[in-house]
């Protein structure tokens, strides 16, 4: 039985290959559908970006709906300096045919998450936690039948990459971030710690445009565009691919390891809103709520990766 999921997304490049994976990977992942939210750019842009990827992948059927266009209590920050101005600049795609569903993105996660069996539904956040913290603060009697929680988000050993303190997606709403790690459903966070080790090489990406295909070399344009902003960040051999490594746990949770630790949201810091401050070592003496992934096996991520788009 494939795994139910609910990707929650404001792509961004790294978040269309993230989506592309799952969705070439019916076998394990069931997706029930895309919820957009603002981050990366806008939500105009995120909810379009989303439906522009599902027709990359030849699935015009996939749902995809609009939600959250601020944080909750929030001015947005965008990231176009990084993603460009569409978020997802890099390859020439076309504006999407297939429809923006007419609901909204939350209340289709809580329809959802009622409807189905209580812990079969696994949540895939990979921008801002907008969406999910309103679902779990509309209808909180669907927080117990959430069965994990998997999301690209946080950093601690890395610091930040927005802030000095913190990770772009926890920063752009850290009040969301905080009922999300307080809700009490199993997390598992993929932090910069570990999407800093997950880096598109040259070799790498010259293997995702050998493929021979049109999502082959789509993705090794979208990471030829990012990559120029990351390398003369972090002067690394490559990218970060960020947001793939939640799908990538998915399919094979041995590709990583971590922690189960306490992770707090900072909300209120002068110098560190929207850090995730992870107590590695154990000494806060707070209950651990969320496992922090702290490695992944590189070349295992990549050769799942390139053999997953291989199949479009």
Same mark, same amino acid.
């Given at each position: 039985?494939?795994?139910?999921?609910?990707?929650?997304?404001?792509?961004?490049?790294?978040?269309?290959?993230?989506?592309?994976?799952?969705? +070439?990977?019916?076998?394990?992942?069931?997706?029930?559908?895309? *919820?957009?939210?603002?981050?990366?750019?806008?939500?105009?842009?995120?909810? %379009?970006?989303?439906?522009?990827?599902?027709?990359?992948?030849?699935?015009?059927?996939?749902?995809?709906?609009?939600?959250?266009?601020?944080?909750?209590?929030?001015?947005?920050? +965008?990231?176009?300096?990084?993603?460009? %101005?569409?978020?997802?600049?890099?390859?020439?795609?076309?504006?999407?045919?297939?429809?923006?569903?007419?609901?909204?993105?939350?209340?289709?996660?809580?329809?959802?998450?009622?409807?189905?069996?209580?812990?079969?539904?696994?949540?895939?956040?990979?921008?801002?936690? +907008?969406?999910?913290?309103?679902?779990?603060?509309?209808?909180?009697?669907?927080?117990?039948?959430?069965?994990?929680?998997?999301?690209?988000?946080? /950093?601690?050993?890395?610091?930040?990459?927005?802030?000095?303190?913190?990770?772009?997606?926890?920063?752009?709403?850290?009040?969301?971030?905080?009922?999300?790690?307080?809700?009490?459903?199993?997390?598992?966070?993929?932090?910069?710690?570990?999407?800093?080790?997950?880096?598109?090489?040259?070799?790498?990406?010259?293997?995702?445009?050998?493929?021979?295909?049109?999502?082959?070399?789509?993705?090794?344009?979208? *990471?030829?565009?990012?990559?120029?902003?990351?390398? /003369?960040?972090?002067?690394?051999?490559?990218?970060?691919?960020?947001?793939?490594?939640?799908?990538?746990?998915?399919?094979?949770?041995?590709?990583?390891?971590?922690?189960?630790?306490?992770?707090?949201?900072?909300?209120?810091?002068?110098?560190? *809103?929207?850090?995730?401050?992870?107590?590695?070592?154990?000494?806060?003496?707070?209950?651990?709520?969320?496992?922090?992934?702290?490695?992944?096996? /590189?070349?295992?991520?990549?050769?799942?990766?390139?053999?997953?788009?291989?199949?479009?």
């Amino acid at each position: 039985m494939p795994r139910k999921i609910i990707i929650d997304t404001d792509p961004g490049q790294d978040d269309a290959v993230a989506i592309l994976l799952a969705l +070439t990977s019916p076998d394990e992942l069931e997706v029930l559908g895309i *919820t957009a939210v603002a981050g990366n750019v806008p939500i105009a842009l995120t909810q %379009k970006n989303a439906r522009m990827v599902c027709e990359l992948a030849g699935r015009p059927d996939m749902r995809v709906f609009a939600g959250c266009d601020r944080p909750l209590s929030r001015d947005l920050i +965008t990231a176009e300096h990084v993603h460009g %101005k569409t978020g997802l600049d890099g390859p020439v795609l076309a504006d999407p045919q297939m429809p923006l569903q007419d609901r909204h993105a939350v209340e289709f996660i809580v329809e959802t998450l009622r409807q189905e069996a209580p812990g079969t539904v696994t949540l895939c956040p990979l921008g801002p936690l +907008t969406n999910i913290a309103t679902a779990f603060q509309m209808a909180p009697e669907v927080v117990p039948k959430v069965a994990e929680i998997v999301l690209m988000g946080g /950093a601690y050993f890395e610091v930040g990459n927005i802030t000095p303190a913190s990770e772009f997606n926890i920063h752009v709403d850290p009040e969301a971030a905080d009922i999300v790690f307080r809700s009490g459903v199993p997390l598992t966070m993929m932090p910069l710690d570990v999407t800093h080790k997950a880096l598109v090489t040259r070799p790498r990406n010259e293997a995702f445009r050998k493929l021979g295909n049109r999502v082959g070399q789509a993705v090794a344009e979208m *990471t030829d565009f990012f990559e120029r902003f990351d390398k /003369a960040k972090y002067g690394s051999e490559g990218a970060p691919l960020h947001d793939p490594c939640v799908t990538a746990y998915l399919l094979r949770p041995d590709l990583f390891t971590g922690r189960h630790i306490n992770v707090e949201i900072e909300t209120e810091g002068r110098f560190t *809103t929207g850090m995730t401050v992870a107590d590695w070592w154990g000494v806060s003496g707070r209950a651990p709520n969320a496992t922090f992934m702290g490695d992944v096996d /590189a070349d295992g991520f990549f050769t799942l990766l390139t053999e997953r788009l291989g199949r479009l």
